[in-house]
């Protein structure tokens, strides 16, 4: 699709000004929605854990209080940032930066449906690990710049935390190439042809939940978001930012919690395969649905599975939470991948032959 806008582009303009046209509508056609429904999924959010703690949730503003993100942007957006005296300012300023900017970047090889994706390189997996792996930098920055040993406590125990599941997540992943042979996301979807018996989710159930734990320690989601512990170390690593510059911290949390619902959608779910693919009936009953549609579905349910856990789950301790990556998901990923390693070998069930 853009292709075909920098050809027309190319038509009456010059080259480099139809280049630089069509890379600006690829990122505002990538990162608007996201900013949209990262806005509305912090309502989703108060919304549903009102509604398990019998709770009416925000409804003021707007019918449904569906006016409460706009209302909240706003309040971010007229607050002063205030700087701390000590701090180092550019530093201060860099580290949000550091903490949207590869959580909106790694969408960029994210497929939403057959060939609709920025950009659809051969090492999509490698590059989304890559990209989300700089996120650590944003808080240690925010930590160290703030001068502050409070912040600097929590940006050291977010650092470790998030280095530690990354770790485990990167095994996860590594069970799904040796499965679908390749790193190209769209080829990993298409592998998963022939219905829901075919998706890598049945082989890897295992992975699928180490996945889905990591990504939750990794966008310090309760039980794990000790970083921001009130009891312990008052809001961790972005206890001094105020205004919009807190508000980002909070952009990247959801825009990566987001990424991360693709992902495992992507790599363990089909992707945007119908669920019905190879069931006589059904099959030609919701071949009308649109490939992105079934894609928003399973994202929508990961989603809202965050938000069931934010509402249940007790906050872990820190010596707990570093015992279960270490000893339990990193060493669980090794044997898996040694289990997926003989299943290749025997050529086990649908998805190795």
């Given at each position: 699709?853009?292709?075909?806008?920098?050809?027309?582009?190319?038509?009456?303009?010059?080259?480099?000004?139809?280049?630089?046209?069509?890379?600006?509508?690829?990122?505002?056609?990538?990162?608007?929605?996201?900013?949209?429904?990262?806005?509305?999924?912090?309502?989703?959010?108060?919304?549903?854990?009102?509604?398990?703690?019998?709770?009416?949730g925000p409804n003021r503003v707007g019918p449904l209080g569906l006016l409460q993100p706009i209302a909240d942007a706003l309040k971010l957006m007229t607050k002063e940032v205030?700087?701390?005296?000590?701090?180092?300012?550019?530093?201060?300023?860099?580290?949000?930066?550091?903490?949207?900017?590869?959580?909106?970047?790694?969408?960029?090889?994210?497929?939403?449906?057959?060939?609709?994706?920025?950009?659809?390189?051969?090492?999509?997996?490698?590059?989304?690990?890559?990209?989300?792996?700089?996120?650590?930098?944003?808080?240690?920055?925010?930590?160290?710049?703030?001068?502050?040993?409070?912040?600097?406590?929590?940006?050291?125990?977010?650092?470790?935390?998030?280095?530690?599941?990354?770790?485990?997540?990167?095994?996860?992943?590594?069970?799904?190439?040796?499965?679908?042979?390749?790193?190209?996301?769209?080829?990993?979807?298409?592998?998963?042809?022939?219905?829901?018996?075919?998706?890598?989710?049945?082989?890897?159930?295992?992975?699928?939940?180490?996945?889905?734990?990591?990504?939750?320690?990794?966008?310090?989601?309760?039980?794990?978001?000790?970083?921001?512990?009130?009891?312990?170390?008052?809001?961790?690593?972005?206890?001094?930012?105020?205004?919009?510059?807190?508000?980002?911290?909070?952009?990247?949390?959801?825009?990566?919690?987001?990424?991360?619902?693709?992902?495992?959608?992507?790599?363990?779910?089909?992707?945007?395969?119908?669920?019905?693919?190879?069931?006589?009936?059904?099959?030609?009953?919701?071949?009308?649905?649109?490939?992105?549609?079934?894609?928003?579905?399973?994202?929508?349910?990961?989603?809202?599975?965050?938000?069931?856990?934010?509402?249940?789950?007790?906050?872990?301790?820190?010596?707990?939470?570093?015992?279960?990556?270490?000893?339990?998901?990193?060493?669980?990923?090794?044997?898996?991948?040694?289990?997926?390693?003989?299943?290749?070998?025997?050529?086990?069930?649908?998805?190795?032959?």
């Amino acid at each position: 699709m853009f292709d075909a806008i920098q050809a027309f582009l190319s038509g009456f303009l010059y080259d480099w000004l139809a280049i630089t046209i069509t890379l600006v509508l690829q990122a505002v056609a990538v990162i608007l929605p996201i900013m949209l429904v990262v806005a509305w999924l912090t309502y989703a959010e108060r919304k549903v854990i009102g509604f398990m703690q019998v709770r009416m949730g925000p409804n003021r503003v707007g019918p449904l209080g569906l006016l409460q993100p706009i209302a909240d942007a706003l309040k971010l957006m007229t607050k002063e940032v205030i700087f701390p005296a000590q701090s180092n300012k550019y530093l201060f300023i860099i580290a949000p930066v550091l903490a949207i900017a590869p959580a909106v970047a790694a969408y960029a090889v994210i497929p939403f449906s057959e060939g609709v994706v920025v950009t659809d390189i051969n090492a999509g997996v490698l590059y989304v690990l890559a990209v989300s792996s700089i996120l650590v930098y944003g808080t240690i920055v925010a930590g160290w710049a703030s001068n502050s040993k409070y912040a600097f406590l929590g940006a050291l125990r977010g650092s470790a935390q998030k280095i530690s599941y990354e770790i485990a997540m990167g095994f996860a992943l590594v069970t799904v190439l040796m499965i679908a042979g390749s790193m190209n996301l769209t080829e990993i979807v298409n592998g998963q042809q022939g219905g829901m018996l075919n998706w890598y989710l049945l082989p890897l159930l295992p992975m699928f939940f180490v996945y889905f734990i990591s990504g939750l320690a990794e966008t310090n989601r309760t039980p794990f978001d000790v970083i921001e512990g009130e009891a312990e170390i008052v809001a961790g690593f972005h206890v001094d930012y105020s205004g919009m510059t807190f508000g980002v911290f909070m952009l990247a949390e959801y825009a990566m919690m987001i990424l991360i619902s693709f992902m495992a959608s992507i790599m363990f779910l089909g992707g945007w395969l119908s669920p019905f693919e190879g069931i006589p009936g059904l099959e030609a009953l919701f071949s009308w649905v649109p490939q992105l549609a079934w894609l928003s579905i399973k994202v929508a349910f990961l989603l809202f599975v965050f938000l069931w856990l934010r509402a249940t789950f007790p906050r872990y301790r820190y010596d707990q939470l570093m015992r279960l990556g270490w000893k339990v998901l990193i060493p669980l990923t090794i044997v898996w991948v040694f289990v997926v390693g003989a299943m290749k070998y025997f050529d086990f069930g649908p998805w190795f032959n």
